[in-house]
Nanobody, 116 residues
Framework: VQLVESGGGLVQAGDSLRLSCAAS????????MGWYRQAPGKQRELVAA????????NYVNSVKGRFTISRDNAKNTMYLQMNSLKPEDTAVYYC??????????WGQGTQVTVSS
């Protein structure tokens, strides 16, 4: 499975962005997916996750109520709608997809920078 993120950029605090993660290859094998982020000098953290059918989602506390994860399996694409962005949301955002064999794939990352 290959994953390509898009949609990052430089925005001001309070603005919105929508990230996309397009999957290709053996997409039939994808199960749960998630968005991670890594800020400079910090560990990569799970921001949001979604089950294979999209029926269950979970979020890190710091983004609850502001971010929404979703997926369109017909388009092999996952999204992260980010509203009310804060400077502390600045990070490289990575897409992750797990597969039925227990492995996972990562995208190359997309930079999100929020200025105050």
């Amino acid at each position: 499975v290959q994953l390509v993120e898009s949609g990052g950029g430089l925005v001001q605090a309070g603005d919105s962005l929508r990230l996309s993660c397009a999957a290709s290859g053996s997409t039939f094998s994808i199960t749960a997916m998630g968005w991670y982020r890594q800020a400079p000098g910090k560990q990569r953290e799970l921001v949001a996750a979604i089950t294979s059918g999209g029926g269950n989602t979970n979020y890190v506390n710091s983004v609850k109520g502001r971010f929404t994860i979703s997926r369109d399996n017909a388009k092999n694409t996952m999204y992260l709608q980010m509203n009310s962005l804060k400077p502390e949301d600045t990070a490289v955002y990575y897409c992750n997809a797990r597969n039925i064999l227990g492995g996972s794939s990562w995208g190359q990352g997309t930079q999100v920078t929020v200025s105050s």
